[in-house]
T-cell receptor, first 113, second 111 residues
């Protein structure tokens, strides 16, 4: 996962606040995936983005969640009006051009109080 | 609903033995298959990928793909305590760009 950066690594929010999670892909990668992982569970696909485009958002909750990947800057996963059930680890992965392999960032652990 | 199924474990294997991890998938059109290892509290790291039927070996790891039976497996030879982790199977479907993960199998190597 070298090269994929996520920040913050830990984020604490109170119910009703907004959470912004950032992901910078590996150099030269223009595709980003976001996943959510609850404790002791697998990775759940949320959204797949290319620069300035949402390719597949079929895993995103219909409300409160949004994602973007602007031409300049990191990809942002935004969660509005957080609830306790949003507490999870959120991983970003960038797509390698060769062999279609994903490389994961270190994740952001979100805790909603 | 496209699915990837794994036995959650835990799978306990003595040190030095072969650990066998299995994964089944529902979509026959799937193209690419991946195995990731995830230590507790860490992010997944890629171990192997496989596209074609048969075996693919890399060091102590061998991935096996059988598209007719829709399963992919990972063998770990000469298991070490450091192999204790959760192993995630992932599948890239032909008709979609997303990659679907199984829920993972916890592997424990006992000394």
């Amino acid at each position: 996962n070298a090269g994929v950066m996520q920040n913050p690594r830990h984020l604490v929010r109170r119910r009703g606040q907004e959470a912004r999670l950032r992901c910078s892909p590996m150099k030269g990668h223009s595709h980003v995936y976001w996943y959510r992982q609850l404790p002791e569970e697998g990775l759940k696909f949320m959204v797949y983005l290319q620069k300035e485009n949402i390719i597949d958002e079929s895993g995103m909750p219909k409300e409160r969640f949004s994602a973007e990947f602007p031409k300049e800057g990191p990809s942002i996963l935004r969660i509005q009006q957080v609830v306790r059930g949003d507490s999870a680890a959120y991983f970003c992965a960038s797509l390698g051009q060769r062999e279609e392999t994903q490389y994961f960032g270190p994740g952001t652990r979100l805790l909603v109080l | 609903q496209k699915e990837v199924e794994q036995n959650s474990g835990p799978l306990s294997v003595p040190e030095g033995a072969i650990a066998s991890l299995n994964c089944t998938y529902s979509d026959r059109g799937s193209q690419s298959f991946f195995w990731y290892r995830q230590y507790s509290g860490k992010s997944p790291e890629l171990i192997m990928f496989i596209y074609s039927n048969g075996d693919k070996e890399d060091g102590r790891f061998t991935a096996q793909l059988n598209k007719a039976s829709q399963y992919v497996s990972l063998l770990i030879r000469d298991s070490q305590p450091s192999d204790s982790a959760t192993y995630l199977c992932a599948v890239k479907y032909s008709s979609a760009s997303k990659i679907i993960f199984g829920s993972g199998t916890r592997l424990s190597i006992r000394p």
